[in-house]
């Protein structure tokens, strides 16, 4: 299987001691984001995790704890998004020249085609407008070519669930032909830099600018990570419309995170985010909150992926 870690929350950021913990005791307690009282044991160990893909804004914390995945086998790489927002967008979230500083330590540790850059998402107001994303866009390229290989952009989905976060932006609506600007000139920035690019779940077509729609949970680029083939690896997640990600186990909660992004979808509500990160323990097999033991199912769905005729075969891919 493919666990994600997380698209809910940002475990690497705030719960990466409670992810380790859960590693060590090889399960984690999962709770269906639309059944409350509903809890799923994974097994996570790694003869049934193929790759792990962390999401965050902040590694610090995971990066002082990768020795102990290596030490185990496990295989992994990282969506790592840096924004040009400043705190009226991204409330609390650390200072951007410190997270370049950490994407290139993190690049530096585990190479960079296992770090890739998001910038997303692309949302507009007067301050942050179109020139001023080319410009942040190249500056954010200029400085991190050299450790990725990859950036991914989308623009924002006015999610209703943070619609109500946003009015105090007084956001300005992306017409299509905004958008094909604006990839236009990703496209000439990112060749400049040597570097692919993609979108995120977008509707709108760019591929005759030379613009895939991404995958970022990636067949390909994971059987590159973990040396061997898997089987389904065409067989979509379905988190979102027009998503390419391929299937997977996502291990966070929602209202979790406190880098309080006034975009995010999965933490609308601010103070039950802080109230449950303050509630949070990094001992107990769920990320927070109560649960039944006794009503506890064990997922018996979850398996290695790895190709059976590989397997037979004997074959070993090389890495990179």
């Known amino acids: 299987m493919i666990l994600s870690v997380s698209r809910r929350t940002d475990i690497p950021a705030f719960y990466s001691e409670w ?24 097994l996570i160990s790694p003869d049934n995790v193929d790759c792990i893909v962390f999401w965050t804004k902040n590694p610090s914390l995971i990066m002082e704890k990768l020795n102990i995945l290596d030490n185990m086998n496990f295989k992994y790489y ?29 690049s530096s540790r585990i190479g960079k085609k296992r770090v890739i850059l998001r910038y997303d998402p692309v949302l507009l107001t007067e301050k942050y ?35 109500r976060n946003l009015k105090e932006v007084k956001l300005l609506d992306i017409t299509d032909s905004d958008m094909i600007t604006i990839s236009k000139e990703f496209k000439r920035i990112s060749d400049k830099y040597g570097l692919s690019i993609e979108t995120c779940a977008e509707k709108i077509e760019l591929d005759k600018y030379g613009i895939r729609h991404g995958k970022c949970i990636d067949g390909e680029l994971i059987e590159e ?12 997640d379905g988190n979102r419309e027009a998503c390419g990600c391929m299937k997977c186990i996502d291990i966070g909660q929602y209202d979790s995170c406190i880098h309080n992004c006034l975009y995010c979808y999965a933490n609308v509500n601010k103070d039950a985010g802080l109230r449950n990160f303050k509630s949070h323990d990094p001992n107990s097999p769920i990320l927070f909150g109560s649960y039944d033991d006794a009503k506890v199912s064990v997922r018996k769905d979850i398996k290695s992926l ?10 070993q891919l090389s890495l990179f």
């Open 306 to 315: 790895r190709d059976k005729v590989d397997v037979e075969k004997g074959e």
């Open 78 to 106: 990282f969506q790592f998004t840096i924004t040009p927002y400043g705190n009226d967008i991204e409330k609390s979230v650390i200072d951007k020249g410190e997270l370049i500083n950490a994407f290139i330590d993190l």
């Open 19 to 42: 992810f380790i913990n859960r590693i060590k005791d090889g399960y984690v307690y999962v709770r269906n984001p639309f059944n409350y009282n509903q809890v799923s044991k994974v």
């Open 129 to 163: 407008n179109i020139k001023f994303h080319i410009g942040a866009f190249e500056d954010i390229c200029q400085k991190l070519s050299e450790h990725t290989e990859r950036i991914v952009f989308s623009f924002l989905d006015n999610y209703s669930k943070s619609e």
């Open 225 to 236: 990570i973990i040396g061997y083939k898997i089987v389904n690896k065409n067989k979509l």
